[in-house]
């Protein structure tokens, strides 16, 4: 007897160990990454396999992950890009600002040697004088000789005397006898007025190579302030263009890590539902993305107080998933049938599309939200239908509240006639 009950305790432990290792086999082998578009699909259909919807849920938490992850890689990147635009900025002004400095001195080098080409044109034109006013000096010279020859010649045949006695009074004799020194002394002036010129013109020409001296002095300073400058510009520049080649490839991160955000996002599944289900022949949200940040917490202030699946959370995330984040705080926030008349913004009686529509029944009310109204006939989106026990309860899952939201197409007429008439409508 005992050897059959450790038989069947050994049993039921190989089975156990059995399963157990299955279930393990099964999730080490599910790996999502390269077979999105196949989870994809799977988790697109309904079925009521708790296995299938378990593994599906892990594939959503997979992609939600994957596109927290994107997104976080992209908004870092952007970080990184805008903390780099005042270095860009600095850099692209110093580069300017050496750009500037080297234009600048270049305009000096090109001042200074358009001055050191007047300053040789001036030294070549005094070195021209200079030779212009020897040559009339050496004429002048070769003159004088001629004349001292001539008179010496006069003086040896006596017709310096003869010139000089040859004057018919005494004023005339004095002449006579000075005619001789004065043309001498003229000539002796003319060559001193000359030798004057010649040493001024030397002076000039002194003064001309100095400053032509100090010019060239000047450039070479300059071309070297000018290199030294060029190199800075250059360095600059450098540094520019690597930082931004770097926020080039930064941008190019975060537009690749916002595109994979996208594809994880459009590869989320909707959760499947059933095609019909009961209450005013309404069926399930098909394709409604529940999962995004309308319906969930700290967006959704109805999920963070534990009231995910009621209709007040599921209007909420409709009406801010259709009409935008901006209206969140005008939405009111206590039971459904409070709403109307603590909603501050406009209200009526007349049922129009992204409206909010609210009944008083029961103890609390009930909201739905307006998809769209044209020609007498309605469609709305509700949350908490039909759900057992008369409604759900606090903290409820997220994927029990979903299957229990619902879309009805019907006649304004016959809504009314099923719901009992609204207390009215909340407009966008």
Known sequence: MKSKKLLLLLTIVVVMIGVVTVRDDAIKAQDFEGNEEHWTSVCS???????????????????????????????????????????????????YEYEGKVA????????????????????????????????????????????????????????YIDFIMGAENLVDFIQRSESIGTITEYDNQQLDILNEEIEKLEKDKKEKERLQATLETQKAALNT??????????????VLAALVDKQNELKAQKNSAAASANVYTQLIPPVPSPPTTGGGGGNLNWGRDFYSQYYKSP??????????????????????????????????????????????????????????????????GHVAFVESYSNGTITISEGNVNAPGGGLGYWTSLET????????????????????????????
């Open 45 to 95: 259909q309904y079925t009521e396999d708790q296995n299938t919807i378990n593994t599906c849920n892990e594939y959503r938490q997979y992609l939600n992950k994957k596109t927290q992850e994107a997104n976080t890689k992209s908004q870092n990147a952007q970080k990184e890009i805008d903390s780099m635009q005042g270095d860009l900025s600095k850099l692209g002004n110093l580069a």
């Open 299 to 364: 967006t959704n202030p109805f999920s963070v107080v534990g009231l995910t699946g009621q209709c007040t959370w599921y209007c909420f995330g409709r009406a801010t998933e259709v009409n935008g984040l901006g209206i969140r705080n005008s939405i009111p926030l206590g039971n459904a049938n409070s709403w109307y008349s603590s909603y501050g913004g406009s209200k009526g009686q007349t049922p129009r599309a992204n409206a909010i529509v609210v009944w008083s029944f029961g103890a609390y």
């Open 225 to 238: 302030k000018k290199e030294e400058l060029e190199v800075k510009e250059a360095d600059s520049k450098k």
């Open 401 to 428: 509240a979903i299957k229990y939201t619902q879309v009805s197409t019907l006649s304004y007429s016959d809504l009314v006639a099923f719901r009992g008439r609204p207390v009215g409508f909340i407009y966008f």
């Open 104 to 159: 600048d001195v270049k305009a000096e080098i090109a001042s200074v040697n358009a001055s050191i080409v007047e300053a040789e044109a001036s030294i070549k034109l005094v070195e021209d004088k200079m030779k212009e006013q020897k040559k009339v000096i050496d004429a002048r010279k070769d003159k004088i000789k001629e004349r001292m020859k001539d008179i010496q010649v006069s003086i040896n045949t006596n017709e």
